[in-house]
């Protein structure tokens, strides 16, 4: 948006490029750019308040990107990083399940690596700060500034200090504005200045709508003889049923320690789905619990992640701005990889940028000429194919992992807002969330172990445009799901005789972990994810 009158003095740093964002894509960016040329100069910004505290992945890397962008990194690897060794795929039913016989070629890692994403970037940024790339976590970039003819000239870093009236607090401190010939986007999944840029620039005009999912993840410390380092499972099927996308992880990590997570589809129908819970629930299935019992916790948390692929791929390129990794949509959905995409295209950004003085023109036409776009073409038809249900999903992705992706024809992505069937419109599945003996027990514990921190005198980052919709409209036709598709308990339905129609939505702030799922699932629309004061937000360990 252009910037209206500000009253407040700012301060003003310049530079060539800022990046948003110390993910895998903006850190290799500027790594790759100083390589090429030391003299320009480059500013990376983190809202977190260390670097890899909001990263969140699964993760196993394919190494190849990585090798290209620091050739000696096996010497000097990253603090959580296990060779992988051997691969599994279950396939479970509520009461059982069984070892596939073949493992789907994209989830066979031979040569690749099991890593913490978060401990990867908190890595990875030394090394850009020793080529002379600025590091500033804790700077939340809060909007964009802009040219009179509409170029994006940088962006200005929220304010601190603001109460949740509004009002300036003691403390107070106006954010400054970094302006910079070049904008790069690396915000990840949903990245709420891309979201507005994506609308301003009509960037999306000539793709489908961008498809998410979420992905829950627990890190656990189990007892002794457990674990077989660098064994990689995946699973489909229960507790998910056939026309819901869902699927989990167990990484089997060094110091008898596991990384579990649970994916679910954010294209799910059933206005009852509740994700957090399908994960605990899966959490108990007779070939999971067994490896859990008498362990414990260190660290959870969620995060959206991007699945609409080749065809939901955006323009990357604007005036003055261009976007990179899962912030323009490069995860490779059947592989469960995105790492080795964002680097490929943070590197391939830099080199576009160093080579044209800086002009982000032509970096769409580059991307889409790419590696990175030519193998999420070949996968484009698998994830769609699974909206017509597990079976046809299996099949159809046997079909074009065969054909390479050859089909004549790509299969269209629609919103995930406007997947959910209205209460009573057809007969839903029995969501039978069992009780749990295994921890956390409840949304509020995960908070907890994703040391998620706000002030709670700021103003709310979850902007509700209408919320006279949550207790009206939104009652009767899905029965309020954001208490559901939620993973940290942020929205609430409270009884309220004062309110006008006998309760209230509440919005507890505190809670989020920063996942965007709100921003995606809401029915209406109408929820807007917003940084907060720079510096909140979960503080995630080795996710």
């Given at each position: 948006m252009n910037q209206p009158a500000d009253a407040v003095e700012r301060d003003v740093m310049e530079y060539d490029v800022v990046t948003v964002g110390a993910g895998p894509a903006g850190l290799s960016f500027a790594i790759r750019l100083k390589q090429i040329n030391p003299d320009i100069s480059v500013c990376v910004i983190e809202k977190s308040s260390t670097i890899g505290a909001h990263i969140l992945s699964g993760a196993v890397i394919e190494p190849g990107p990585l090798d290209a962008l620091l050739p000696g990194w096996h010497d000097n690897p990253p603090p959580v990083c296990v060779p992988a060794t051997e691969d599994e795929f279950w396939l479970l039913g509520k009461d059982g399940g069984r070892k596939?016989?073949?493992?789907?070629?994209?989830?066979?890692?031979?040569?690749?690596?099991?890593?913490?994403?978060?401990?990867?970037?908190?890595?990875?940024?030394?090394?850009?700060?020793?080529?002379?790339?600025?590091?500033?976590?804790g700077f939340a970039a809060a909007e964009t500034l802009h040219a009179e003819d509409g170029t994006v000239t940088g962006v200005r870093i929220g304010d601190m200090g603001v109460a949740k009236d509004g009002t300036h607090k003691?403390?107070?401190?106006?954010?400054?504005?970094?302006?910079?010939?070049?904008?790069?986007?690396?915000?990840?999944?949903?990245?709420?200045?891309?979201?507005?840029?994506?609308?301003?620039?009509?960037?999306?005009?000539?793709?489908?709508?961008?498809?998410?999912?979420?992905?829950?993840?627990?890190?656990?410390?189990?007892?002794?003889?457990?674990?077989?380092p660098g064994k990689i499972v995946h699973t489909l099927g229960w507790p998910a049923d056939n026309h819901t996308y869902g699927g989990s992880f167990i990484y089997h990590l060094d110091n008898d320690q596991l990384a579990i997570g649970y994916v679910s589809g954010l294209d799910y129908h059933d206005p009852n789905y509740a994700p957090y819970e399908a994960f605990q629930q899966w959490k108990h299935h007779p070939m999971v619990k067994p490896l859990l019992e008498g362990g414990n916790i260190l660290s959870a948390g969620a995060r959206a992640i991007v699945t609409g692929g080749w065809q939901s791929l955006?323009?990357?390129?604007?005036?003055?701005?261009?976007?990179?990794g899962d912030t323009a949509g490069l995860l490779n959905v059947p592989k469960i990889k995105g790492t080795h995409q964002a680097i490929r295209s943070g590197m391939l950004a830099a080199e576009h940028l160093a080579a044209g003085a800086l002009a982000p023109a032509g970096f769409d036409a580059k991307l889409r000429a790419s590696d990175a776009m030519a193998e999420l073409r070949k996968v484009r038809n698998i994830k769609p194919g699974f909206k017509k249900g597990l079976w046809f999903g299996l099949l159809n992705g046997a079909w074009e992992t065969a054909t390479a992706g050859l089909s004549p024809w790509t299969l269209k992505v629609k919103a995930d807002w406007s997947a959910l069937d209205k209460?009573?419109?057809?007969?839903?599945?029995?969501?039978?969330?069992?009780?749990?003996?295994?921890?956390?027990?409840?949304?509020?514990?995960?908070?907890?172990?994703?040391?998620?921190?706000?002030?709670?005198?700021?103003?709310?980052h979850l902007h509700v445009h209408d919320t006279s919709i949550c207790v009206t409209r939104c009652v009767e036709e899905y029965n309020n799901p954001c208490t559901r598709f939620c993973p940290a308990a942020v929205y609430e339905i409270v009884e309220d005789a004062q309110a006008e129609h006998g309760k209230r939505l509440q919005i507890n702030?505190?809670?989020c972990v920063h996942c965007k799922t709100c921003d995606i699932k809401d029915p209406y629309e109408i929820i807007t994810w917003v940084t907060p004061e720079g510096g909140s937000g979960p503080n995630y360990q080795n996710l």
């Amino acid at each position: 948006m252009n910037q209206p009158a500000d009253a407040v003095e700012r301060d003003v740093m310049e530079y060539d490029v800022v990046t948003v964002g110390a993910g895998p894509a903006g850190l290799s960016f500027a790594i790759r750019l100083k390589q090429i040329n030391p003299d320009i100069s480059v500013c990376v910004i983190e809202k977190s308040s260390t670097i890899g505290a909001h990263i969140l992945s699964g993760a196993v890397i394919e190494p190849g990107p990585l090798d290209a962008l620091l050739p000696g990194w096996h010497d000097n690897p990253p603090p959580v990083c296990v060779p992988a060794t051997e691969d599994e795929f279950w396939l479970l039913g509520k009461d059982g399940g069984r070892k596939a016989p073949i493992v789907p070629p994209g989830m066979r890692n031979h040569g690749n690596y099991i890593v913490s994403l978060g401990a990867m970037c908190a890595w990875l940024a030394p090394q850009a700060e020793a080529l002379g790339v600025e590091i500033y976590p804790g700077f939340a970039a809060a909007e964009t500034l802009h040219a009179e003819d509409g170029t994006v000239t940088g962006v200005r870093i929220g304010d601190m200090g603001v109460a949740k009236d509004g009002t300036h607090k003691p403390g107070y401190t106006a954010g400054i504005d970094i302006r910079a010939k070049v904008t790069v986007l690396a915000e990840g999944a949903r990245g709420h200045l891309t979201k507005r840029l994506v609308r301003r620039f009509d960037l999306d005009a000539d793709s489908d709508p961008q498809a998410y999912s979420i992905g829950i993840k627990e890190l656990w410390q189990v007892p002794a003889g457990r674990v077989t380092p660098g064994k990689i499972v995946h699973t489909l099927g229960w507790p998910a049923d056939n026309h819901t996308y869902g699927g989990s992880f167990i990484y089997h990590l060094d110091n008898d320690q596991l990384a579990i997570g649970y994916v679910s589809g954010l294209d799910y129908h059933d206005p009852n789905y509740a994700p957090y819970e399908a994960f605990q629930q899966w959490k108990h299935h007779p070939m999971v619990k067994p490896l859990l019992e008498g362990g414990n916790i260190l660290s959870a948390g969620a995060r959206a992640i991007v699945t609409g692929g080749w065809q939901s791929l955006p323009k990357v390129e604007m005036p003055g701005a261009l976007l990179i990794g899962d912030t323009a949509g490069l995860l490779n959905v059947p592989k469960i990889k995105g790492t080795h995409q964002a680097i490929r295209s943070g590197m391939l950004a830099a080199e576009h940028l160093a080579a044209g003085a800086l002009a982000p023109a032509g970096f769409d036409a580059k991307l889409r000429a790419s590696d990175a776009m030519a193998e999420l073409r070949k996968v484009r038809n698998i994830k769609p194919g699974f909206k017509k249900g597990l079976w046809f999903g299996l099949l159809n992705g046997a079909w074009e992992t065969a054909t390479a992706g050859l089909s004549p024809w790509t299969l269209k992505v629609k919103a995930d807002w406007s997947a959910l069937d209205k209460v009573g419109s057809h007969e839903q599945p029995k969501r039978d969330y069992i009780a749990r003996d295994l921890p956390p027990r409840d949304r509020l514990a995960g908070v907890y172990f994703a040391a998620t921190e706000h002030d709670e005198d700021q103003p709310v980052h979850l902007h509700v445009h209408d919320t006279s919709i949550c207790v009206t409209r939104c009652v009767e036709e899905y029965n309020n799901p954001c208490t559901r598709f939620c993973p940290a308990a942020v929205y609430e339905i409270v009884e309220d005789a004062q309110a006008e129609h006998g309760k209230r939505l509440q919005i507890n702030a505190a809670n989020c972990v920063h996942c965007k799922t709100c921003d995606i699932k809401d029915p209406y629309e109408i929820i807007t994810w917003v940084t907060p004061e720079g510096g909140s937000g979960p503080n995630y360990q080795n996710l």
